[in-house]
């Protein structure tokens, strides 16, 4: 589950109801009851709807499941991904995912082949992998995952959820899950924000909201509304057409925004890196304490909601690999390992590579949000067996996403920092033009077309001139900034080339 993730909510009316009413049974309880965010994923339903057919989702989830782009497994048919994120710092403080699979696995032999231990915690099969997760058979066809790999919490999240002891969860994210298990919703991402910001935060960060500026709004009942939200959900539909709708649900009503709403979801998203510009041509309304987005979603769009929901890729490797059994020759195994490592590395940057396309990415804040989703996935990669030449190439790569994603980041920051200091200083001009004045006619005034004079004054000259250098300081860091990426791109490609040759070379296989 992306960490930085801002999930969204859905719009009740719009959801098919369900045939089934055993969805996500058994897994409900699992769920820790500090959570704050969930993401629930009816897989069996959503890569069985006539948009899937259309758009080959089957063949494409497969494909890039064994590339390392997907840890989603081809046979799990119900997925739910859940944590508690110090969203004040921007950090995970845990996150879990339960995989419920159309067969029985058993987790004893995963240890072996990711390089990891063998455990017993609260009396089932465990394994601690390198990478900092636990992967848990929680029982024959459900298997789990838990980080931070801490073994006493891995074991009072067991001990906890073993008894049924009903809603645990907060009313927000119960509400969520209904509209998976109950109404039927294949997709459905929900955040619970109450108690998350203060009045005072909302009103020192209003000034700074495009979307509000000439609005009429009162800043201080803006920001008594917003410092009121509950929290925001997405819900995606799957039949001959994909529908998305967003809910942001509030303690009082949200009708002064019903004009802004919109724009100011849209600026909050986009410098989250997570908008989708399907959003801008979804209508907006209000309806008691919520304020909704709801139309339709692209392809494209539609690719982008699915490639967030990201399992650990050890999980979805475990799962895989679980009930495998023999083993191949030293030299055989380093071979296979180190060709599937270097084939999920660059399949990941070709992917990357092609995200400002295939999203639209618009900004660098958005592209920045990637490339840590990215520098994550290779580093979440399998390791045993892999050549070390070959490991210190992953390391490095996502070492320069990493750095990639700071230049791009840097780039608001510093532009954000000159503007500040920019103080230029005008004294004002004024001028004349046109016309003249000359002579005196029979009465003894004076003829000819009048002139015209124009001045400005010093402060709107010095305001003028602010803005005109404060375009210049923007234009200056995002050049800087694409400058740099550039170059960090540059160096991926020659080192991608470099260890493909020495592979190729060590092994006598294609790389």
């Avoid at 500026?213 to 009942?221: H, I, R, V, Y």
């Avoid at 925001?232 to 001959?240: F, K, R, S």
């Avoid at 909050?268 to 304490?289: H, K, T």
């Avoid at 990637?370 to 520098?375: E, G, M």
Wanted: proline fraction near 4%; charged fraction near 20%; hydrophobic fraction near 40%.
């Amino acid at each position: 589950m992306n960490r930085c993730l801002f999930l969204l909510s859905v719009v009740i009316t719009l959801l098919a109801v369900s045939e089934s009413s055993a969805q996500f049974e058994g897994m409900k309880y699992r769920i820790p009851a500090d959570a704050n965010t969930l993401i629930l994923i009816n897989a069996e339903k959503a890569f069985g709807s006539p948009v899937s057919d259309r758009e080959r989702w089957v063949a494409r989830r497969k494909a890039a499941y064994d590339a390392g782009v997907s840890a989603l497994p081809p046979d799990a048919t119900e997925v739910i991904l859940a944590g508690r994120s110090d969203h004040e710092f921007g950090k995970s403080v845990w996150e879990l995912a339960l995989v419920k699979l159309t067969g029985e696995r058993n987790v004893t032999t995963v240890a072996t082949r990711f390089g990891g231990s063998i455990d017993n915690i609260a009396g089932r099969s465990a394994a601690r992998l390198p990478d900092d997760h636990y992967v848990v058979q929680v029982r024959p066809n459900l298997m789990g995952t838990y980080t931070p790999a801490n073994r006493q919490d891995v074991s009072r999240w067991l001990k906890s959820t073993d008894l049924d002891t009903g809603q645990r969860m907060s009313p927000y994210l119960q509400d969520a899950f209904a509209y998976a298990a109950e109404v039927g919703t294949p997709i459905v991402m929900a955040m619970d924000l109450s108690g998350l910001v203060s009045q005072g935060a909302v009103t020192r960060a209003i000034p700074n909201l495009e979307s509000l500026k000439d609005s009429g709004l009162s800043p201080a009942a803006v920001a008594k509304l917003i410092s009121g939200v509950q929290g925001i959900t997405l819900g995606i539909t799957l039949e001959d057409q994909t529908i998305g709708a967003i809910r942001v649900d509030f303690e009082a009503s949200p009708e002064a925004l019903a004009k802004v709403g919109k724009p100011l979801l849209i600026e909050i998203l986009g410098s989250q890196g997570a908008m989708l510009e399907d959003i801008r041509d979804w209508a907006p309304s209000v309806s008691g304490n919520t304020f909704f987005l709801r139309g339709k979603l692209s392809a494209t769009g539609t690719r982008r909601v699915l490639s967030v929901l990201e399992l650990p890729r050890s999980l979805g490797a475990a799962v895989n690999d679980a009930a495998s059994s023999g083993s191949d020759s030293e030299e055989s195994a380093a071979r296979i390992a180190s060709q599937q490592y270097y084939k999920s590395v660059t399949t990941l940057l070709d992917d990357l590579r092609d995200k400002p396309k295939t999203d639209h990415v618009k900004t660098f804040g958005q592209a920045a949000i990637w490339y840590d989703k990215y520098a994550r996935k290779i580093d979440g990669l399998p390791l045993l067996n892999v050549d070390p030449a070959l490991l210190k190439y992953g390391r490095d790569i996502s070492g320069m996403l990493r750095e990639a994603e700071m230049s791009m980041k840097g780039v608001g920051m510093r532009s954000s920092v000159r503007t500040g200091m920019n103080s230029p200083t005008s004294y004002g001009y004024s001028s004349y033009g046109g016309g003249y004045r000359a002579g005196r006619g029979y009465d003894g005034a004076l003829y000819g077309p009048q002139g015209y004079s124009a001045s400005v004054g010093a402060a709107q000259a010095s305001v003028r001139e602010e803005g005109r250098t404060d375009a210049v300081i923007r234009g200056q860091e995002r050049t800087k900034g694409a400058a740099s990426v550039q170059q960090i791109w540059q160096d991926i490609d020659s080192a991608t080339a470099e260890i493909r040759q020495v592979m190729t070379g060590r092994y006598s296989a294609e790389f």
